[in-house]
């Protein structure tokens, strides 16, 4: 039987961040992931779904953000594993989603519900806490945390 041959030539992953501050916020409930959140989505265009996600350690200080998602008016996608990804490279104990509605509409769509189910079951495969969805509309908010939805 003749043997087959492989030409095993792949490359190594590697991944480098760069701390460029200390954290210096410390989430303690849904107004303050509130106040933190909205200056970034004030930089963003308001026109459209943004989707971002914040990082904490396990002294609910934001460790860092990513933008995940840009969609149209009516949605956004936003992708576990590109989330999940993320939270383990930085080693985050904790997330929270966030994403505007432009409509101004705060109720959390069943988009939104599904999502945040998704990524609550993935957090604790790696023992991590999805601590809130902040839903931004204009100058309010709601936290699916305190709605009971997660």
Not at 29 to 49: A, G, L, M, R
Not at 66 to 94: E, Y
Not at 129 to 144: F, N, Q, T, V
Request: charged content about 20%.
């Amino acid at each position: 039987m003749e043997k087959l041959k492989f030409n095993w030539c792949a490359a190594e992953l590697s991944t480098i961040y760069k701390v460029k501050h200390k954290p210096s916020v410390k989430i303690g409930c849904s107004q303050d992931s509130y106040n933190y959140i909205k200056n970034i989505f004030d930089t963003q265009e308001q026109h459209i779904e943004q989707f971002n996600v914040f990082y904490l350690n396990r002294n609910n200080m934001i460790i860092g953000w990513k933008h995940i998602g840009i969609g149209g008016v009516a949605g956004v996608v936003a992708d576990t594993k590109i989330i999940m990804k993320h939270a383990l490279d930085i080693c985050a104990s904790g997330i929270i989603l966030s994403h505007n509605h432009p409509s101004g509409n705060k109720k959390a769509s069943y988009a939104d519900i599904q999502l945040t189910n998704k990524v609550k079951e993935a957090v604790k495969l790696f023992d991590m806490a999805l601590l809130d969805h902040i839903i931004i509309c204009d100058d309010s908010y709601l936290s699916m945390a305190d709605e009971g939805l997660i």
